[in-house]
């Protein structure tokens, strides 16, 4: 029979960073919402939890210039923030739709990155954003691209050792408007059965000039769909959101289980992207530059 699994709390990065470096089974916790589960059921069982909730830096919230979220920030108060609502609407549109407010009231920014569940939303709204995850060790910080953090089924590009301090989210420029779509046909709890993360920038004469689309829950890591070759320099609307949405087909990787089949998932990650498009387009006509 397995024995209590040992407990400390850091108080600040370094001593977190010093005591992953220390213990080699070493988990960090924070929220604890996935962490505790996979405890529960038997899949990991680490000698030592590192508690980093009350260290000061993983708490803030910086909507300045560029969005910093400390990774140890709970969602709830990510999604409720006036200024993130006003300017990074689709980081709290996003947030919003995660589970419950109870479960949204636990879970942080850091820990849903780290856990790299594909089938949760953060990942695809901040792989769409070009977010950007900010990681520390004992010896040095650095920033991930969110298009590069995320290698396989709850796995990540950290580096032994690392933890992750938080994310940087840049402000879209005028023009542009983003999208997130869930689609939970058993529960609006539920894990989706896809998302759709969508940007679009318009011009004055409501032009592609940017776009993005990341689809989740159809992979092993967000899929990346190379939209704005479909796009750019072509209106938004149903044909040819139709047509940029269809370049998702080949490239999503859906697993079959209760919330329906390959194909059939395969199928909504079209039908989904192509809503998400066509409604990002939407709210990007409405702060489009006017021609004079």
Sequence with gaps: M??????????????????????????????????????RQGLVRPELLIGVRHIPRLREIEPDGVLRLGAGVPLRAVEHHPAIQERWPLVA????????PRIRNMATI?????????????????????ARVLVASTSSER?????EFFVDYYETSLDEGELVVGVEVPALPRGSAGVFLK????????CATVSAAAVVRLDADGVCQAARLVLGAVGVVPVVVPVAEALVGRPVVEATARAAAE?????????????????????????FGRRALLAAAQRAATSAPTRR
Aim: proline share 8%.
């Design 2 to 39: 397995t024995g209590p699994v040992a407990f400390r709390r850091a108080e600040s990065v370094e001593e977190a960073c010093a005591l992953l470096a220390e213990h080699e089974d070493a988990r960090i916790v924070s929220g604890g919402t996935a962490l505790a589960i996979l405890m």
């Design 93 to 100: 549109e996003t947030l919003r739709k995660v589970a419950t």
């Design 110 to 130: 850091g820990g849903g990155l780290a856990h790299a569940d594909p089938a949760q939303d953060p990942p695809a709204m901040f792989v769409a954003l070009d």
């Design 143 to 147: 920033t991930i691209p969110a298009s």
């Design 183 to 190: 689609y939970t046909p058993r529960s609006v709890e539920d």
């Design 247 to 271: 370049l998702a087909r080949p490239l999503v990787d859906p697993v079959e289980d209760v919330r329906g089949s390959s194909d059939y998932k395969r199928d909504m990650a079209v039908v």
